[in-house]
């Protein structure tokens, strides 16, 4: 059994709904085993400035249902660098914080696996993104709200399509992976997405044109991934309007709306299963682990496996976009 008196918390990198919830659990399911909780304000920068705060668990009271984070989030250089970490680390001393739960994305997970191995320091990650690109797990928090968020704008965007003879091309976030465009995809009924992972594989935009988009109806809706990869809505626009002239072409970048709104049903359960997996793993003497969620089973990933291994997509959604899109 483990011997943590105090475990630290902090939410970095970008927001995703459902961060609230994990900080709930946590906080709830360590006070619940007898430790003592410190909030961390805006990620690995409140290490460093010492941005603390004694949670009890009205700290946490009603924020289940709410967006964003309460402890906020940024984005730090300086803990890129040796000496930030290290002021961290003197930070977590003075608090006498003996373990650290952090909750984002890739970038967080690697600044928590750096310091973790530098300073010999127990921490436990929660994937929270709504990208859903981390490694050994199935979902991240966040995730399911964005894909619902992004069906009913595609929902609003088709009314309007619908009255004109028009193609949109509606970028959605994903930071280099297609989940959110193939699923949101798949959801919302379009015609079909341009993801990053098959961009070198296949010319994505004429393979959707030469199958026959259009063919049977008047507007069309195509869901592209921000991506360099990809290009994004703007730059598969821009080919169109050069390659397919005759074809009457609209652009929405749905952008920071998709991190946005009340968590739904899925990320808060999620988000609270893994936020008491978290303090069990601790208990349990894991470290530098994310917890991930596989087949509806609580697993523990290495951070090295979630940070380095891609994720791959469900190629066989492309099929059945494909085929419910005719
Ligand atoms: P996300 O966690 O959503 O992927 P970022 O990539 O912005 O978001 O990462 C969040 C924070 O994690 C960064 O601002 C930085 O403080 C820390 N971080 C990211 N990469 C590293 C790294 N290689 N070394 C140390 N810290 C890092």
């Known amino acids: 059994m483990s011997t943590f008196k105090c475990i630290g ?17 946590v906080t709830r399911s360590a006070i619940y085993n007898g430790m003592k ?33 309460i402890l906020k989030t940024a984005r ?14 003197e930070t977590l001393q003075k608090e006498e914080i003996d373990a650290l739960v952090t909750i984002g994305g890739d970038g967080t997970l690697t600044g928590a ?22 490694f050994g797990t199935d979902v991240t928090i966040g995730y399911d709200t964005a894909l619902n968020t992004i069906m009913e704008c595609v929902d ?4 309007t399509a619908s009255s004109h003879d028009r193609i949109f091309f509606i970028e959605v976030m994903g930071r280099d992976a297609g989940f959110l465009a193939l699923n949101g995809a798949l959801a919302s009924g379009a015609e079909a997405a341009i993801i990053p992972e098959i961009s070198k594989e296949k010319d994505q935009l004429s393979d959707m044109i030469e199958f026959g988009l259009r063919s049977s109806k008047n507007s069309s ?7 360099e990869v990809t290009g994004g809505a703007m ?7 050069k390659e397919y002239p005759n074809f009457d072409v609209r652009v929405t970048i749905l952008g920071h709306l998709q991190r946005g709104g009340s968590p739904s049903a899925q990320d808060r359960i999620m988000a ?14 894991q470290r530098n682990v994310m917890i991930g969620i596989q087949n509806e089973q609580i697993v523990y990933v290495p951070f090295s496996k979630a940070i380095r291994n891609e994720k791959s997509i469900n190629r066989d959604l492309l099929n059945i976009l494909r085929i419910s899109s005719i």
């Open 76 to 89: 730090c250089l300086e803990f890129k660098t040796q000496e930030g970490r290290k002021q961290a680390h």
């Open 9 to 25: 918390i902090l939410t970095s990198g970008g927001d995703a709904p459902g961060m609230n919830a994990a900080i709930r659990a």
């Open 113 to 134: 696996r750096i310091f973790a191995q530098e300073f010999n320091f127990p921490v436990v990650g929660l994937p929270g993104t709504i990208d859903n690109d981390l």
């Open 156 to 159: 609003k965007i088709r009314d």
């Open 37 to 69: 909780v410190k909030g961390i304000y805006r990620g690995y920068k409140g290490l460093i400035t010492g941005e603390i705060e004694d949670f009890k668990t009205q700290n946490v009271s009603n924020i289940i249902q709410r967006g964003g984070t």
């Open 235 to 241: 730059g598969v626009a821009e080919r169109v309007k």
């Open 221 to 227: 809706i195509v869901l592209v991934a921000e991506s």
């Open 272 to 285: 609270t299963r893994m936020g008491v997996a978290a303090i069990d793993a601790l208990l349990e003497d």
